[in-house]
Each structure stands twice: as structure tokens, then as C-alpha cells.
């Protein structure tokens, strides 16, 4: 189970939900430190049931001093003397040499191994060199990496953790959204790989009793679905933006992948949570930088119109922070 959706639940209704997950067996949530109040949610709904999941966190974290606060802070959220999966979140090339280097993180996720304050090391990524490098990097047990049939190159990436005996947790499964009218295929595409975690986020109860039920009675693909999920990936091809961060960087200085997924986190995020965002925020100023060079477009691996959706993008968060405003 991922845990963004659920900043979005009536809080007298998390242990609910979180409750109506482990009662069906789920194991395994997933969340991060900058999740907005998702750590403090999910500590309360595992409240009294600790022992029956295992709990994945992320710090941002680049340097050991930031990780150990960021490492208490989400002990704290939690309730917990231990994390079970602590990852570096969002990782980059140049982020691994920071986080390996002198006074780098993972000297930081090496104590709290030690300390029994963690029990497994693991990364995010949204780049697939990123992600192979730190597959094949021995340091980690995990790796996180969006995953789904609209993004089916990932492939390659679970055939080598499987290789190098790295678990891989598919995020995005229903691709930030887009393929919420098509759960029961995405969740069936990633079920056919043995070595694959998803961790789909629910709001409500009856979206992991949906998906659960999926899980214990798996159906094949049929030829028809194949047909439909290409058809599905075929219209989203010029259009989404996967966040690997090829367009970087832009020589202006424009946020590009925070551009492009305004859309995604509007839907993703409570209102408040997103216009107090500084993510949010940056990216919108950064915009103001873009001189339609097109570098981007040329650096893009899949070849997004990205002029275009920048413009797009912002004329979207225009209108609905005018909306906002308006209320």
C-alpha cells in the first residue's frame, strides 16, 4: 500500500482504512518523511498491530546529519523503534556519490542498521541509468522505480534486480492517475512478475478490498486486454512525462518534471497541501524562466512536446489557484 492518498482520508476514518488493509493480509506500506502527514497517519493506523507490517520510509536526505533527523522524525510519526525499508528517496548519478561519499547518508543508514533502528536499505529513482547503477551497486536490498503498462521499459530494470537479488517495489502502478479507470488491468499487468511489490495508494476501504481481491484471484491477460493496454499506452505516448529527468538540465534554469506533473499532484494532493507546497511553487516561478529553446524536447527520450505541455501546465495551475482565490 502507498501512502499518499491516504493525507487525503478524514482522519476518524485512517484506522479504517489502514485497519481494513492489514486485516486483508497487506504487509507492506510505503511512504517518505515529505509526504505531508502521512507517516503521523499511518503510525495511527498501524497503532497496536506494528508487528504485522512491515513499514518503508524515504529521506531526501543527501548528507549523514540531515538523514538522522530525518531518521527520528519519522520513528517518532510512526510510533516505532525501527523502520523496516528505509530508502533514499529520488535518487540521481549525482545524488549516489553525495549519499556514498564523506559525511554522505548512507553513513547514516549504516549506524541506524547497527542500531536495529533499521532493518533494510533501500533507493528510489525515477532515472533508469540511476537505477541501474544502484541495482548493481551491492549497497541496497531494494529499489523503487515507477512501474505499469504504460511504462512497460521498466522491464529490463525488474529482470536485473531479480539478477542482483534486489526486491523492486513498483510505484505508480496506475501511473499518477491515468489509468484509474483500468485499476484491475494495471494490477494484473504487475502481478505477472514474481519479483515485483506494487503498492498502490488507497483512499478508502473498499479500494484495497478492490485491489486485494485482484491479488488473491489473478486472471490472465487476455489478447483483448493486450490490445486495450496498447491502445491505452498509444494515446498517452505524447503526453506523459515519466519524471526521469533526461530533459535536465534546462538551461534556464526551468524545473521541467515539476512542470509537467502539476496536473498529476493537484489530483494526487489535498488543495492545501499543494498551493502551500514549495515544489509546487518553484516549479510554477522556474517557468517563468523558459525561453522555448527546445533543448528539453531534444534531450527528451520520448520525444514530448515539452514546450507545449509547459504551457499547459501553467495555464492549469493559473486556473485553479484563481478558482482558489475566488472561494
Request: with cysteine.
Amino acid at each position: 500500500m502507498g501512502g499518499i492518498p491516504i493525507t487525503r482520508t478524514p482522519l476518524e476514518d485512517v484506522p479504517k482504512v489502514v485497519g481494513r488493509a492489514l486485516d486483508l493480509g497487506v504487509n507492506l506500506i510505503d511512504t517518505a518523511v515529505g509526504y505531508s502527514t502521512s507517516e503521523e497517519r499511518i503510525g495511527i493506523g498501524v497503532a497496536g498491530r506494528r508487528d504485522e507490517v512491515f513499514l518503508a520510509t524515504k529521506t531526501p536526505a543527501r548528507d549523514a546529519r540531515t538523514a538522522r533527523d530525518h531518521l527520528e522524525i519519522s520513528l517518532k510519526r510512526f510510533g516505532t523503534d525501527h523502520i523496516d525499508i528505509w530508502q533514499f528517496h529520488g535518487v540521481s548519478s549525482e545524488d549516489w556519490k553525495k549519499i556514498l561519499g564523506p559525511g554522505g547518508a548512507m553513513e547514516a543508514a549504516k549506524e541506524a542498521l547497527r542500531a536495529g533502528k533499521v532493518g533494510h536499505i533501500g533507493a528510489s529513482s525515477h532515472n533508469f541509468e540511476a537505477a541501474e547503477m544502484l541495482i548493481a551497486s551491492g549497497a541496497i536490498e531494494t529499489i523503487q522505480f515507477p512501474f505499469n503498462f504504460v511504462t512497460p521499459e521498466a522491464e529490463r530494470l525488474v529482470k536485473l534486480a531479480e539478477e542482483h537479488d534486489v526486491g523492486f517495489i513498483a510505484m505508480k502502478p496506475f501511473a499518477g492517475r491515468v489509468l484509474t479507470d483500468n485499476v484491475g488491468l494495471a494490477i494484473r499487468y504487475l502481478l505477472q512478475f514474481d519479483n515485483v511489490i506494487p503498492i498502490p495508494g488507497v483512499e478508502k476501504a473498499e479500494e484495497i478490498e478492490e485491489i486485494v481481491g485482484l491479488a488473491e484471484a489473478p486472471k490472465p491477460i487476455t489478447k483483448a486486454e493486450r490490445k486495450l493496454m496498447a491502445e491505452i499506452k498509444e494515446g498517452l505516448g505524447s503526453q506523459y512525462c515519466r519524471q526521469c529527468e533526461y530533459c535536465l538540465p534546462c538551461p534556464q534554469g526551468v524545473f521541467i518534471p515539476g512542470i509537467l506533473y502539476l496536473k498529476r499532484l493537484y489530483e494526487l494532493w489535498p488543495q492545501e497541501r499543494f498551493f502551500s507546497w514549495k515544489y509546487v511553487s518553484d516549479s510554477v516561478a522556474s517557468a517563468e524562466g523558459c525561453v522555448k529553446c527546445g533543448a528539453c524536447e531534444e534531450r527528451c527520450l520520448f520525444r514530448l512536446p515539452i514546450r507545449e505541455m509547459i504551457d499547459e501546465n501553467i495555464e492549469f495551475y493559473n486556473g485553479v489557484a484563481k478558482g482558489r482565490a475566488e472561494q
